[in-house]
């Protein structure tokens, strides 16, 4: 069984599908000659396509690829580093044949607008956007008027956007049912993003329209999305096991619930991490450890783990690990 995401319209416009799973790889990093921590685009760019190249048990592959998101520490980096750092991933997603996905948020649509300008410049698909990062909390009207200026510029510049809703994210607001019904109806919005423990909001939203493409973010719902009615999800703990958890929505996807659910079960004590607010720091440690190079994994941007929290890392990973060698899910 192969998903084939990428697919031609009539109009020659790209369009995705989204049936799958999709890895948000960590930007890799370096020192410099002077000291200082630098992106290390070359194993960058070597974790993203040793990911992409995995097959689960069913014989698909991820879908696309994320970079440059909360697990690439996207919030750290100026610019001109995120705009090269997804150029060289571009490089990676057009051999595999799969869409290119990055994040953009801001505090007003006319900056919005200038991110996602940027974004396709350097081979981003699809634009995954953040609600307004503002204080107050914008009323309906308001909120409509910032995603639909944001298709309005990935039309112009040759990209699609994928309203992202995360509730449990401190700092961002909620998008109500209502707006994201309204949303979907854009013309240039190809899916929806939701990134919450509540799966509910999914059932909710495909009660309303069926026809609507919706990805996961949190990795500790993944089958209850599914059976929620998600299509596919964007997944951390994918790119430290990624054929576990391309296996994993193989079954989703067949409705082939026990199975996704050994899977998950498995994959518990470090998807919980998933869903933590220091997730980058966390997961990436757990990268770190699983190719045996703590060194690289503890090197970010982030907040420095204490021992404790590194030694739960690691009786996590170690956890998920002996559980998936018994599934034969380690790649």
């Known amino acids: 069984m192969e998903f084939i995401i990428l697919y031609q319209t009539n109009d020659n416009k790209m369009k995705f599908n989204w049936n799958g799973v999709m890895p948000a ?44 998101g909360t697990l690439g520490e996207n919030s750290y980096l100026s610019t001109q580093q995120r705009l090269s750092l997804l150029k060289s991933l571009s490089e990676v997603a057009k051999e595999y044949n799969v869409p290119l996905i990055s994040g953009a948020s801001a505090e007003t649509k006319k900056e919005l607008a200038k991110i996602i300008e940027g974004l396709a410049t350097v081979g981003v698909d699809t634009v995954m956007v953040m609600p307004p990062k503002t204080k107050a909390v914008p009323s309906e009207k308001e909120m409509y008027e910032y995603y639909a200026l944001s298709e309005a ?21 909620a998008l109500s049912t209502e707006l994201l019904i309204k949303l979907s109806a854009l013309p240039n919005v190809t ?13 909710t939203l495909m009660l309303e329209n069926k026809d609507l493409k919706i990805l996961a973010g949190v990795d500790t719902v993944t089958v209850h999305a599914g059976l ?39 994959l518990n004590s470090l998807s919980y991490l998933d869903a933590q607010p ?41 956890l998920a690990k002996e559980r998936l060698e018994i599934l034969d899910l380690i790649s």
Request: proline content about 2%.
């Open 25 to 68: 790889v960590f930007t890799w990093l370096k020192e410099s000659k002077s000291g200082a921590l630098e992106i290390d685009f070359d194993a960058t760019q070597k974790q993203a396509a040793g990911i992409l190249k995995v097959q689960g048990k069913g014989g698909s592959r991820m879908g696309g690829l994320v970079g440059s």
């Open 153 to 173: 510029t990935a039309k112009e510049v040759g990209v699609t956007i994928m309203p992202y809703n995360n509730p449990d994210a401190a700092g961002y607001h």
């Open 191 to 203: 899916a929806l993003k939701i990134s919450t423990i509540d799966v509910s909001i999914i059932e």
């Open 228 to 266: 929620a009615g998600a299509c596919g999800g964007i997944t951390g703990v994918g790119t430290i096991f990624p054929k576990a958890s391309v296996t994993m929505q193989e079954y989703v996807l067949n409705g082939e619930w026990a199975e996704a659910n050994k899977i998950s079960q498995a």
């Open 278 to 318: 220091l997730l980058m720091e966390y997961l990436k440690l757990a990268m770190g450890i699983h190719h045996n190079d703590v060194a690289g994994g503890l090197r970010t941007f982030g907040k420095k783990l204490t021992k404790q929290q590194i030694d739960d890392v690691r009786a996590r990973y170690i």
